[in-house]
């Protein structure tokens, strides 16, 4: 089936620093990858859409200027959290929609394994 | 009004009890529904999508009420594995944006 492989799975940074984040499509292409964030207790929130080759399109109230997203083949996507402070420590992760044919369920949607962001 | 509304939870139940969650959604032309399960700090996993007829996969039963605009998850003879946070999630009607519910708590006691 369709792998997504998002690492690092779990990194700590100092506040001011950056942190880049990749998701690599293993064995089908991803032409779309949206970037979710998520924090303790709460739901998966849609941070962008990137489509392989463009800008992203960054959702209402994400700073595009401070999460970096180049999405420049069609198997490895990247979030840059860009002079990372603590309020950006949080679960970030990956998913890419999966083109699977002809249906009404002719994609799905596959995710990385998450990467948990501290910063200190 | 949110996209995607659940009742949090938390749902305590004893191994073997049936358990059932709601999820509702504002836009009707949405399109595609699922659930997810994720267990505690590990990414979300598909476990099924939610046909309009309604469908079944061993103890797990959705159905999809488009006139109320909510979907449910039935769990029968609840396992001490089926502990994890259910997710619904619904797709918009332009197909390429998802919309998560908090989520549900299931915790199975022995």
């Known amino acids: 089936g369709a792998v997504v492989s998002q690492h690092p799975s779990w990194v700590i940074c100092k506040s001011g620093t950056s942190v880049k984040i990749e998701c690599r499509s293993l064995d089908f292409q991803a032409t779309t990858m949206f970037w979710y964030r998520q924090f303790p207790k709460q739901s998966l929130m849609l941070m962008a859409t990137?489509?392989?080759?463009?800008?992203?399109?960054?959702e209402q109230g994400v700073e595009k200027d401070k999460f970096l997203i180049n999405h420049a083949s069609l198997t490895l996507s990247t979030l840059t959290v860009t002079s990372a402070h603590p309020e950006d420590s949080s679960f970030y992760i990956c998913?890419?929609?999966?083109?699977?044919?002809?249906?009404?369920?002719?994609?799905?949607?596959?995710f990385g394994s998450g990467t948990r962001l501290t910063v200190v | 009004r949110k996209e995607v509304e659940q009742d949090p939870g938390p749902f305590n139940v004893p191994e073997g009890a049936t358990v059932a969650f709601n999820c509702t959604y504002s836009?009707?032309?949405?399109?595609?529904f699922f659930w997810y399960r994720q267990d505690c700090r590990k990414e979300p996993k598909l476990l099924m999508s939610?046909?309009?007829s309604g469908n079944e996969d061993g103890r797990f039963t959705a159905q999809l009420n488009r006139a109320s605009q909510y979907i449910s998850l039935l769990i029968r003879d609840s396992k001490l594995s089926d502990s994890a946070t259910y997710l619904c999630v619904v797709n918009s009607n332009t197909g390429n944006q998802f919309y998560f519910g908090t989520g549900t708590s299931l915790t199975v006691i022995p």
């Open positions: 990137s489509n392989e080759g463009s800008k992203a399109t960054y």
């Open positions: 998913s890419a929609r999966v083109d699977r044919g002809v249906g009404q369920f002719n994609y799905g949607y596959t």
């Open positions: 939610v046909y309009s």
């Open positions: 836009n009707s032309a949405s399109q595609s």
